[in-house]
């Protein structure tokens, strides 16, 4: 009898440990920068679907890092969403674009993207991720957006071209588990995600619309996020695209590091690119700001702090100590965070 409450106790420990739920205020806040690593090579296991899985990915190795930096949404694309976006919360930089995304209580939602003079916003948003989000939490969506630009930006010989795009969402959090990862030990849901997208391109010629498009194309994508509560998982921790068969397929995205720029008392503060020289420097390092620097960081591509400095308004850096490399330098003012990138 021992035996069996013993053991009935240890189940319950592991699933206590397992449950997961996952809210809006697990989701990363502007001013975070999260440090996401690829794998070319990955050699993992995916494991099934269900509870109880034990994902080991702690050979997963660095080919190259993926900054992802959480913007206040007013502050890019030139001021994009004060007009287009008025719901944005964040935006992240996705290539040359800008994706903007609401967070409310109840889902995490792709509203638009921007590439700084083109702003295409989404007629019909795409979830992401409902909260709250557990093991066995399910949702379908349909995304559509709509955009006109010139024939010569398109690179088709007529006067304009309307894409026009919808997006069918299937996601299941179908599996759950304990993730291992070289940033540490998580318990972590698994979303299936099925993204269907049907693109249809018609074309204006001599001042009208011909109602027969020119291009007709459909693609399904499948792909996993890993998505955990823990304080350090402010976005899926893990993610990857599959064949239509569920196995892997390409590279694997995972969570290297991540760097909370901003605090309680710091929320509602703007965030704005700053200015800096030389870039690339080799000994001292200035900021050209006209505020009083309250606080002064400076990571490595990695996530890792390699200089930190509070309460001294210090405008030339010494930064001889660096190694070689690529870092991003954030400081906080009164009224705004700041950041750029710069080479030593």
Do not use: C
């Amino acid at each position: 009898m021992k035996k069996t409450l013993l053991f009935a106790g240890l189940l319950s420990i592991n699933f206590v440990m397992n449950a997961q739920t996952i809210n809006d205020t697990n989701i990363a806040e502007y001013g975070d920068t999260i440090f996401n690593a690829i794998d070319n090579s990955p050699s993992i296991s995916l494991g099934t679907t269900g509870a109880g899985n034990t994902w080991n990915f702690s050979g997963l190795i660095t080919n190259s890092i993926d900054t992802v930096v959480f913007y206040h949404p007013y502050f890019v694309a030139g001021n994009a969403a004060n007009s287009t976006f008025p719901l944005a919360t964040h935006a992240i930089k996705e290539d040359t674009n800008f994706v903007f995304l609401h967070k409310k209580s109840a889902s995490l939602e792709l509203i638009g993207l921007s590439n700084g003079t083109t702003h295409v916003a989404s007629e019909n948003s795409e979830t992401v991720i409902t909260f709250p989000s557990s093991y066995g939490t399910t949702f379908n969506d349909i995304a559509r957006t709509q955009t006109v630009v010139s024939g010569a930006t398109a690179g088709y010989p007529v006067d304009s071209v309307r894409v026009m795009s919808s997006t069918v969402i299937n996601s299941d959090f179908n599996a759950s588990g304990s993730l291992t990862t070289p940033l540490g030990v998580f318990s972590a849901i698994r979303q299936y995600l099925i993204r269907t997208t049907r693109d249809t391109v018609y074309a204006k010629i001599s001042g009208f619309w011909n109602p027969s498009p020119i291009v007709t194309q459909q693609n399904t994508a499948y792909s996993h996020q890993y998505w955990s509560d823990a304080v350090n998982a402010k976005f899926p921790l893990v993610s990857y695209d599959l064949t239509s068969a569920g196995a892997l397929s390409g590279t694997v995205s995972w969570t290297r590091g991540v760097v909370e720029l901003n605090n309680v008392g710091t929320k509602e503060l703007e965030r704005k690119s700053i200015s800096i020289y030389p870039n690339p420097v080799q000994n001292t390092l200035t900021i050209d700001n006209l505020d009083a620097i309250n606080k002064i960081i400076i990571t490595d591509i990695t996530g890792k702090i390699v200089f930190k400095s509070e309460k001294n308004n210090q405008k030339k850096l010494t930064v001889d100590f660096l190694n070689k490399g690529i870092y991003i330098l954030t400081i906080e003012t009164d009224t705004y965070i700041g950041t750029t990138k710069f080479i030593k």
